[in-house]
């Protein structure tokens, strides 16, 4: 739909059909109760991170990204409206977001930004594999930490993991970038790629 008409206007839309809407929520309320079941049965089978590169699991992951994008080109469609409806938000026990970092006296708090990838397998007979993702993702996390320094902000750190979200500890914060520091420190083969900034 374009932007320019009455369903993306000003003016209030009155009466709406909501089924397409309640369609597309139910297609993926389904997805995900499939997916719970798989991992449940694939976790029963194998360790958590062959569970994580199962398959089934990448599979329906793509399923439900899928199915989500559905759900927000109905609610676009429909509504004109751009929901955000795919975020991740813990809440803590105050007004602080969790991922909010403790900074040092008198700097201005940090917080934790994520980019997340889902990443099938290769075509069988690929020269390419799941372990250059890491790889890749970890150059390109350099350039950008770079970037972040050039702009003014202040990167305490960066990493790049597989499987799961990197947890950041509070305690190098004031360890900053300088014009001096080198992005792309070498870590250890079991931690996640990048470093504390």
């Known amino acids: 739909m374009s932007h320019e008409d009455a369903t993306h206007g000003p003016a209030p839309l009155g009466s709406v059909d909501p089924e397409p809407m309640h369609r597309a929520v139910d297609a993926l309320a389904a997805a995900l109760h499939e997916y719970v079941q798989t991992a449940v049965g694939v976790r029963a089978e194998f360790g958590a991170a062959e569970a994580d590169e199962d398959p089934r699991v990448l599979a329906l ?3 439900v990204g899928q199915l989500n994008a559905a759900v927000f080109d109905a609610l676009h469609d429909g509504l004109g409206m751009h929901p955000d ?5 813990w809440e803590g026990d105050d007004e602080e977001p969790e991922h909010a970092h403790d900074a040092p006296e008198g700097a201005v708090p940090a ?7 889902v990443v099938a397998d290769p075509a069988p007979g690929a020269s390419a594999s799941l372990d250059g993702v890491v790889e890749l993702l970890d150059e390109a ?10 702009g003014g902000y202040e990167v305490a750190e960066w990493a790049t993991s597989r499987g799961a979200a990197v947890e950041f500890g509070d305690d190098d914060l004031d360890d900053e970038l300088t014009d001096d520091d080198v992005l792309d420190d070498a870590p250890d083969d079991d931690d996640p790629q990048g470093g504390t900034r």
Do not use: H
């Open 85 to 89: 409806l795919t975020s991740s938000v």
């Open 111 to 117: 917080e934790v930004f994520y980019l997340g990838f």
């Open 61 to 63: 992951e793509n399923r």
């Open 141 to 150: 996390g350099g350039a950008v930490a770079q970037r972040l320094f050039d």
